[in-house]
């Protein structure tokens, strides 16, 4: 069965960077576009960036733009976020999620269990 | 960029009643709508697609309606289980993107 596994969250401190990575399974990992998705504690969910199936295009969120950036390795079905200058703003699970095939709209069918940041001093 | 509003922020319903929430998008998104239902704990699971697509698995008591800027999910017989945030989203020809709903609380008394 499909599965994401996002790992590497943790606390640092402002101004700092972190890496995230989600490790896919149970699916042709390079046929899918993957999203990452963001929620602060307490609120709802925001978008972070989409990299396509093959890595040639990326997104971003406005409140993330030129400070993250993302990456996959589809030889080992892995997408990664490099977050940089981190705020206290960040704080919130990362979610990494599968976008579903077969339609013209950027869903996510598949989420996983998500990666807590905290960006505190 | 577009905005999605959600009302009622909270609706409170007993179980067997039918619920219905609102998603209301500032400019024309066409069928391009979701809806979600995360729990307590949970990563948000998929529910509609499309706007009245039923993603795989989910019950038919979850159905989708709408296009261009007003777009309803309705629950019909609740359920205990039913309890939950519900989020609508869209997705953005350009720039690509997504946005969601702030979300709607439905509780089960």
């Known amino acids: 069965q499909v599965q994401l596994v996002e790992s590497g969250g943790g606390v640092v401190q402002p101004g700092r960077s972190l890496r995230l990575s989600c490790a896919a399974s149970?699916?042709?990992?390079?046929?899918?576009?993957m999203h990452w998705v963001r929620q602060a504690p307490g609120k709802g969910l925001e978008w972070v960036t989409l990299?396509?199936?093959?890595?040639?295009?990326?997104y971003f969120g406005d409140s993330v733009k030129g400070r993250f950036s993302v990456s996959r390795d589809n030889s080992k079905n892995t997408v990664f976020l490099q977050m940089s200058s981190l705020r206290p703003e960040d704080t919130a699970v990362y979610y990494c999620a599968r976008e579903l095939s077969g339609t013209s709209g950027d869903y996510f069918d598949h989420w996983g269990l998500g990666t807590l940041v905290t960006v505190s001093s | 960029e577009i905005v999605l509003t959600q009302s009622p922020a909270t609706l409170s319903l007993s179980p067997g009643e039918r619920a219905t929430l609102s998603c209301r998008a500032s400019q024309n998104v066409r069928t391009f709508l979701a809806w979600y239902q995360q729990k307590p704990g949970q990563a948000p699971r998929l529910l509609i697609y499309?706007?009245?697509h039923r993603a795989p698995g989910i019950p038919a008591r979850f159905s989708g309606s709408g296009s261009g800027t007003d777009f309803t999910l309705s629950i019909s017989s609740l359920e205990p289980d039913d309890s939950a945030v519900y989020y609508c989203q869209q997705r953005s020809d350009w720039p690509p993107g997504v946005t969601f709903g702030q979300g709607t609380r439905l509780e089960i008394k």
């Open positions: 149970g699916f042709d990992f390079s046929a899918y576009a």
């Open positions: 499309d706007a009245s």
């Open positions: 990299i396509s199936h093959n890595g040639l295009n990326e």
